[in-house]
């Protein structure tokens, strides 16, 4: 099982206790939460609920479980942007900084609570003006800037679901999500700062609009770049001017906690994208929940800083609503990590210096840092120099997150980033489950570098075999065993597909995807997607949405593609295509294919090699065999390959393989 997934082994010899300073200043973290939760689950979920999020009904039943739907704190009403403004506002916290946002090119904004309400409630009020109303889809493409959050608490605020596009997505990605939620506004931004340049944004909603998404009427956009983009009569506003036409005043209204909050779509094992939903009450219930106690929030005083981008779940829960449901200050930056402010760029890229994130770290006095193993692997080989002298000595809590971490990493990150100081929590989780759900727990967990340790409390998995049974030690599937409030409700429009995803493998359990390995000490390490997910820098893709991108080529007449060992990004897309009889195979032609991707899905979905390949490795009934593929992508060793149809195939591709280089 795990095939093709990064190894992670176990190092028993190498334990971090929390550290006994640390222990003692810790918020409220200890035992007793466990305890809590262990002995009556839903006890602790309603007290949970009632103590971090207000509520303006409360709930009279905790959960209703009619597997595989759930339903959490029935009969409550509340709103999600009352709860991450209103209430802090009202309670004298109005100029406690919410966002410390620092623009790529150097610009910054700081941003209040009282600031980021009043821009909430005009820009909800601009929305109803456009005629949108409670149940109403938005979809939201835009660049890590405060309008961001702004148009999602708007939409939250009037009880209009968002959808958030990634802003790497390609206009055929917008079209389908578009489509798909029947959204009727889309909120963008002219373009977006990346790698020193404006990245633009609205030209790819126009295209998409042209392709399709008839449900969309109006277009908001955010003049961030000053691109001066074509703008459409009668569909296109400009942000700055609806603002300011915009009532200032908009009630919060309290929605019902099962209210649809988003919809975020996701890669499964086909090529049609999942909307995951996301209800109010037991979604925000485990955002505010696992965002304290995992990072070991001290809202008073802290300066959190989630490195992730709004576009993925982890930005929804961990920049968006757990911070801001807390009241706790954070940061929010917009474009890459290497890149420097222009004032110490030269002209040559390659020499640009690596000092942005360390910067950022020293300036804001950042306390908790979360991010992803990929950028930590980059780090790790900007080399020793960085973090250059740098102060980094306000960080209490790391945080990392996306895919399996290699112990090496882990160890870098606690010795130079935490200075053997910072507890680290590996937090695993997914779009799907709305928030963490395995993870050491600051101050009580004994961590073990690579390991993401236990299911936090209220939280209860279990690894299985192929035939559902427990697995105590070794390895298997993961699988959570009881339903949680940040649950996802469903699938957009797919009840069905939802079911067979999720529940229908072992039953009465969910079924995560991923491969696991519990050890001695019943630590759970986490081992990757065992299903035909493909893991690249954290970011979902499915082998077979690239397959039907690659197959819409015109020269492309069959493919196959599988995720190969990256050292930095955790898996790379490697493609196999089969040309049509009468192509010519060249460099050139396998470029173009490779770029259709891109073209087709965004960048983050360009294979890092296409090979040109003159026949696939099949089993006699026909199903290509990825684990022969995968073998031949990370240069092992081919196997056993008795059950191919045409044994020669194999030799075929390796001669290929080893002619076609990637990049
Ligand atoms: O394979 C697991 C991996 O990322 C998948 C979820 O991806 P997504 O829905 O995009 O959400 C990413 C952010 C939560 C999981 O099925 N994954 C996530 N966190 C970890 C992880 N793998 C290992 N360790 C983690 N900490």
Redesign the pocket.
């Known amino acids: 099982m795990a095939e093709g997934s990064i190894e992670i082994y176990e190092s028993e010899d190498r334990r971090f206790p929390p550290p006994p300073e640390f222990a003692a200043a810790a918020l409220t973290n200890d035992r007793s939460l466990y305890d809590e939760a262990e002995a009556d689950y839903e006890a602790f979920w309603a007290r949970q609920a009632r103590e971090l999020v207000t509520w303006s009904t409360d709930f009279d039943t905790t959960l209703e479980w009619d597997l595989p739907f759930s339903k959490w704190f029935i009969g409550g009403e509340l709103n999600v942007s009352e709860n991450c403004l209103d209430r802090h506002v009202d309670a004298g916290k109005g100029d406690k900084v919410a966002y410390h946002w620092e623009g790529e090119p150097g610009d910054t904004r700081t941003i209040t609570y009282s600031e980021l309400l009043d821009d909430v409630e005009r820009f909800a009020n601009v929305m109803k003006g456009l005629g949108l109303e409670k149940g109403d889809r938005v979809a939201i493409y835009m660049p890590m800037i405060p309008e961001l959050p702004i148009a999602m608490l708007a939409c939250t605020r009037i009880g209009v679901a968002h959808s958030v596009i990634f802003g790497g997505f390609s206009p055929d990605s917008i079209t389908d999500r578009c489509e798909d939620a029947e959204a009727r506004l889309v909120i963008t931004a002219d373009a977006g700062y990346r790698r020193g340049e404006p990245s633009a944004l609205k030209p790819n909603v126009d295209a998409a609009l042209s392709a399709g998404a008839p449900s969309v009427e109006n277009v908001v956009v955010v003049d961030r770049c000053g691109t001066d983009p074509e703008m459409v009569e009668g569909r296109d506003h400009w942000w700055h001017e609806v603002m300011a036409d915009a009532a200032a005043d908009c009630p919060a209204e309290p929605m019902d906690s099962e209210q649809l909050l988003y919809i975020l779509y996701?890669s499964g094992t086909t090529a049609k994208p999942k909307g995951i939903m996301h209800t109010t009450g037991g979604y925000l219930t485990q955002a505010v929940f696992t965002h304290k106690y995992v990072f070991d929030l001290k809202a008073d005083t802290d300066v959190y800083w989630c490195a992730a981008d709004i576009g993925?779940?982890?930005g929804h829960s961990y920049i968006v609503y757990g911070p801001l449901a807390n009241g706790c200050t954070s940061v929010m930056y917009e474009g890459t990590p290497d890149t420097p402010r222009p004032e110490e760029r030269g002209d040559d890229r390659a020499s640009w210096n690596k000092d942005r994130l360390w910067d950022i770290i020293e300036r804001y006095g950042v306390t908790q840092l979360y991010t992803a193993p990929t950028a930590i692997r980059t780090f790790m080989r900007w080399g020793p120099e960085w973090p250059a002298g740098r102060d980094l000595s306000t960080l209490r809590v790391l945080g990392?997150?996306?895919?399996?971490?290699n112990p090496e990493a882990w160890m870098w990150y606690h010795e130079h980033i935490g200075a053997e100081r910072c507890p680290i929590v590996?937090?695993?989780?997914?779009?799907?489950t709305g928030g963490h759900m395995i993870s050491p727990l600051p101050g009580v967990t004994t961590t073990k570098p690579g390991s993401?340790c236990h299911p936090i409390p209220g939280t209860f998995a279990e690894v299985v075999d192929d035939d559902g049974q427990v697995v105590t030690e070794g390895g298997g599937y993961l699988t959570l065993t009881r339903p949680w409030p940040g649950m996802l409700r469903g699938i957009w429009g797919d009840p069905e597909r939802y079911k067979e995803t999720y529940w229908s493998t072992y039953e009465g359990r969910y079924f995560?995807?991923?491969g696991a390995r519990v050890d001695a000490d019943g630590y759970i390490w986490?081992l990757?997607?065992v299903d035909d997910v493909m893991?690249v820098s954290?970011?979902?893709i499915s082998t077979a949405e690239v397959e039907s991108a690659l197959v819409d080529h015109p020269a492309v007449a069959e493919a196959a593609v599988v995720g190969a060992t990256d050292e930095v990004t955790g898996q790379a897309i490697v493609g196999y295509v089969i040309l049509i009889g009468s192509v010519e195979a060249s460099d050139e032609l396998r470029e173009e294919v490779r770029q259709h991707v891109a073209k087709k899905l965004g960048p983050t979905a360009r294979p890092r090699a296409v090979f040109l390949v003159p026949d696939l490795p099949k089993t006699r009934s026909g199903k290509i065999m990825r684990r022969l593929l995968r073998n031949v992508a990370d240069g092992h060793q081919l196997g056993d390959t008795t059950t191919l149809a045409d044994p020669g195939v194999v030799a075929a591709i390796r001669e290929g393989a080893a002619e076609g280089d990637g990049d």
């Not at 990392?400 to 971490?405: K, L, M, W």
């Not at 590996?426 to 799907?432: F, L, P």
């Open positions: 996701t993925w779940v982890t990392t997150v996306g895919e399996p971490i590996d937090t695993w989780w997914q779009t799907e993401g995560a995807g991923d986490i990757g997607r893991n954290g970011h979902r």
